[in-house]
């Protein structure tokens, strides 16, 4: 372009910091929408949400070495949430919520720096 350089290098900086202003946004919408999600009133709905996040952690622990098969118990107050007529009791929300609470922590402590960053940006922790 025929622009001056001082300009041509604001405009960069402007994009920059639009880019970067969406980037952080964006997480915080997503863990806005997360802690919506688990603190729902309808616990059943809220443990699912809780099991959806732990699986998308689980995934991410694999990065951190040594990795063991996600407790059965996960799965099971899951399949209460979806198919039972019958509500998560506080304390089996609890568990979910509680056992994502600690693997986040892991996450947070032990991913390698390009990783966590991602995880980072992305609100997973």
Request: aromatic residues 6%; positive net charge; proline residues 4%.
């Amino acid at each position: 372009g025929g622009g001056s350089p001082l300009v041509n290098i604001l405009w960069c900086i402007a994009a920059a910091a639009g880019i970067i202003g969406a980037v952080l946004i964006q997480r915080v919408l997503r863990v806005k929408k997360r802690e919506r999600d688990l603190g729902q009133r309808d616990r059943n709905a809220a443990g699912l949400r809780a099991y959806a996040y732990l699986l998308k952690l689980y995934e991410k622990e694999i990065l951190c070495g040594q990795r063991e098969e996600p407790p059965e118990r996960w799965k099971e107050l899951a399949e209460k949430a979806r198919y039972s007529a019958h509500m998560l009791s506080p304390e089996e929300l609890g568990e979910l919520i509680g056992a994502s609470e600690r693997l986040r922590a892991k996450l947070k402590a032990q991913l390698p720096g390009g990783q966590k960053a991602l995880c980072w940006l992305t609100g997973l922790i």
